[in-house]
């Protein structure tokens, strides 16, 4: 393979193995403009996150990366709008839950009906997991989908992205995700059921 093939197709075209040197240079010291933009989606994600607890952080990436798996097989592609009124609309359930009353929040699209209903499921298989830690898990996810939801309407006005202003949220957290690296599961500790290992 060529030097050219290997930096422009990479990971995209590319399945390259994670053990690979070049990979690993490169996420190590990536280009100036992959850096500068990397920069600047952290400065915009980090003020919202930053009073969240360990678990209700890892909530976030986990329930993050559930929409941006489904979204990727949608039609149509839910935009900023539709990732935050789901995630509104499930954190409102959960909340509603924790006083003692029992009500599903309806989304307003059918793409955020969507993306609400596969939220649920995960949070749903989380608290099973986690046994008598559920009540917890609940409010913590719920806190986690309150800060999904700011990120998602913010993002247009304060992190715009040229090539989708309405998607700003969406680009910028499959950026964020790629450059993580792939993700594990998430799954309730064994030592400690009530906490999530990412």
């Known amino acids: 393979m060529c030097p050219v093939c290997c930096a422009t197709k990479r990971l995209t075209e590319i399945a390259c193995p994670p053990d690979c040197g070049y990979l690993s240079a490169a996420r ?3 280009a100036a403009v992959v850096q500068r ?3 600047r989606d ?5 003020p919202k996150i930053a009073d969240l607890s360990e678990t209700q952080y ?3 990436m986990f329930l993050q990366a559930i929409v941006l798996q489904r979204a990727a097989a949608m039609m149509p592609a839910p935009l900023d709008a539709d990732v ?5 609309t499930v954190a409102a359930t959960l909340e509603t839950a ?4 029992i009500y599903e929040h309806q989304a307003a699209s059918l793409p955020a009906q969507r993306l609400a209903a596969e939220l649920r499921r995960g949070v749903a298989d989380l608290a099973e997991r986690a046994g008598s830690s559920a009540s ?3 409010r913590d996810s719920a806190a986690a989908l309150r800060r999904l939801e700011r990120a998602a309407r913010d993002a247009q ?4 992205d040229a090539a989708s202003p309405v998607s700003s949220w969406m680009t910028l957290s499959a950026r964020l995700l790629k450059a993580a690296g792939p993700a594990r599961a998430a799954t309730p500790s064994e030592d400690q059921p009530g906490t999530l290992v990412l």
């Open 28 to 30: 190590a010291h990536p």
């Open 157 to 160: 006005k304060e992190a715009p």
């Open 42 to 46: 952290l400065a915009y994600l980090l």
């Open 37 to 39: 933009q990397q920069d």
């Open 58 to 60: 890892q909530l976030f």
């Open 136 to 138: 917890r898990l609940e």
């Open 84 to 88: 935050a009124d789901a995630a509104g």
């Open 98 to 101: 924790n006083k003692g009353i």
